[in-house]
């Protein structure tokens, strides 16, 4: 079983920078790909960024955040995090941290996440 809590969402000004973390409870947190949705109001669950197990540094991303996210992991601390640079309106929406089944790869579709946090919001003021 594995839990995860995030942190660090709030209010900030468009232009601002934000980083959230992800605090895993899980034994095969090693082996676990980790990934970050996002769901604004009225709209669905979106891929954000993906990051792949310890020893693979390979990380995915949305374009509609590339080159302004950055997704990384601390296996030492069991947490993932998520950079957020030159945040805009647009990015508002709560943040959920997630994890597919360990070992298995990540992708893009919600319905291959088995784990999921309960979401940190995040609110960009123009």
């Known amino acids: 079983q594995v839990q995860l809590v995030e942190s660090g969402g709030g209010l900030v000004q468009a232009g601002d920078s934000l980083k959230l973390s992800c605090a895993a409870s899980a034994p095969t947190f090693i082996r676990n790909a980790m990934g970050w949705f996002r769901q604004a109001p009225g709209k669905e669950r979106e891929f954000v960024a993906a990051i792949m197990w310890y020893g693979n540094s390979r990380t995915y991303y949305a374009d509609s955040v590339n080159d302004r996210f950055t997704i990384s992991r601390d296996n030492a601390k069991n947490t993932v995090y998520l950079q957020m640079n030159s945040l805009s309106p647009e990015d508002t929406a709560v943040y959920y941290c997630?994890?597919?089944?360990?070992?298995?790869?990540?992708?893009?579709?919600?319905?291959?996440?088995?784990?999921w946090g309960q979401g940190t919001q995040v609110t960009v003021s123009s």
């Open positions: 997630a994890a597919p089944p360990p070992g298995r790869q990540p992708t893009t579709a919600v319905s291959d996440y088995d784990y």
